[in-house]
C-alpha cells in the first residue's frame, strides 16, 4: 500500500496569517498514462463529513475559495492557505488514488 | 444537490455481520458518471477507504477487508451497500458513503453513521 504522511500534525494558525501543511506518499502518484497527479485534499470541519477541497493537485473543488492552494511532485505535496479564516479550522487529509487502495495520511489539525 | 444518508443499526454484536445502505437522492447510481464508495474512520486508524463499487457493478475493495466484505447495489431503488462479517471491536467506527468520480474523487459525503461493536 502507497503510505502517506503529513506534518505538522498539529497547527496553530492566526486569521490573516498564511498556513501551510505537508504532505508525502512513499510512491509517486504521477500516473505516465495521463500525466495526472492523483493527490486530493480534504477537509474534515467539527462534527461534519470531511469535503473536498482540491482534487488531482491542485484543483480546486466546487465552492472552495481561491485561499487554498496545491501544489507539489510525484512525492511531495504541500496544501497552502494564504490568509486563515476562522471557518478554516478542522482537520485536514491528503489522500492518494493513484492505486487500490485508496490511502489517507494521518490528518493534520488546523486551530486557532 | 444531491444527498447520500446512511442508515443501519448502531450496534453489532461480535462475529455478526455489520450491514449498512446508503440511500443516494438526485444521483442515478447508475450513472457513467460515478462510483459510489464506503469509508470509515475511526480514533485509533483515522480515515480509511473501505472499497466502492462502479456504475456497472464492479467492485474495488480494500484488501485488508476483502476477506471479509461484500458491497453491492440496488438499482430499482437507487441505492447501495455494505456487508461486513464477523466483525470485531476493531470494526467500530463511523462509516461514510461517498460518491466518487475519476476526475476529482470524493466529492459528496454522507453525514455518517456510528457502528459500534460490542456484546
Known amino acids: 500500500d502507497i503510505v502517506m504522511t503529513q506534518a505538522p500534525l498539529s497547527l496553530p494558525v492566526t486569521p490573516g496569517e498564511p498556513a501551510s501543511i505537508s504532505c508525502w506518499s512513499s510512491?509517486?502518484?504521477?500516473?505516465?498514462?495521463?500525466?495526472?497527479?492523483?493527490l486530493d485534499w480534504y477537509l474534515q470541519k467539527p462534527g461534519q463529513s470531511p469535503q473536498l477541497l482540491i482534487y488531482?493537485?491542485?484543483s480546486r473543488a466546487s465552492g472552495v475559495p481561491d485561499r487554498f492552494t496545491g501544489s507539489g511532485s510525484g512525492t511531495d505535496f504541500t496544501l497552502k492557505i494564504s490568509r486563515v479564516e476562522a471557518e478554516d479550522v478542522g482537520l485536514y487529509y491528503c489522500?492518494?488514488?493513484?492505486?487500490?487502495?485508496?490511502?489517507f495520511g494521518p490528518g493534520t489539525k488546523v486551530d486557532i | 444537490q444531491g444527498q447520500l444518508q446512511e442508515s443501519g443499526p448502531g450496534l453489532v454484536k461480535p462475529s455478526e455481520t455489520l450491514s449498512l445502505t446508503c440511500s443516494v437522492s438526485?444521483?442515478?447510481?447508475?450513472?457513467?458518471?460515478?462510483?459510489w464508495g464506503w469509508l470509515r474512520q475511526s480514533p485509533g486508524k483515522g480515515l480509511e477507504w473501505i472499497g466502492i463499487?462502479?456504475?456497472?457493478?464492479?467492485?474495488f475493495y480494500n484488501p485488508s477487508l476483502k476477506s471479509r466484505l461484500t458491497i453491492s447495489r440496488d438499482t430499482s431503488k437507487n441505492d447501495f451497500s455494505l456487508r461486513l462479517s464477523s466483525v470485531t471491536a476493531a470494526d467500530t467506527a463511523l462509516y461514510y458513503c461517498?460518491?466518487?468520480?475519476?476526475?476529482?474523487?470524493?466529492?459528496?459525503w454522507g453525514q455518517g453513521t456510528l457502528v459500534t461493536v460490542s456484546s
Open positions: 489522500m492518494q488514488r493513484k492505486e487500490f487502495p485508496f490511502t
Open positions: 438526485a444521483d442515478s447510481i447508475s450513472s457513467r458518471s460515478y462510483y
Open positions: 488531482k493537485l491542485s
Open positions: 510512491q509517486s502518484l504521477l500516473d505516465s498514462d495521463d500525466g495526472n497527479i492523483y
Open positions: 463499487i462502479s456504475f456497472t457493478g464492479t467492485t
Open positions: 461517498a460518491r466518487y468520480t475519476s476526475t476529482a474523487g470524493f466529492d459528496r
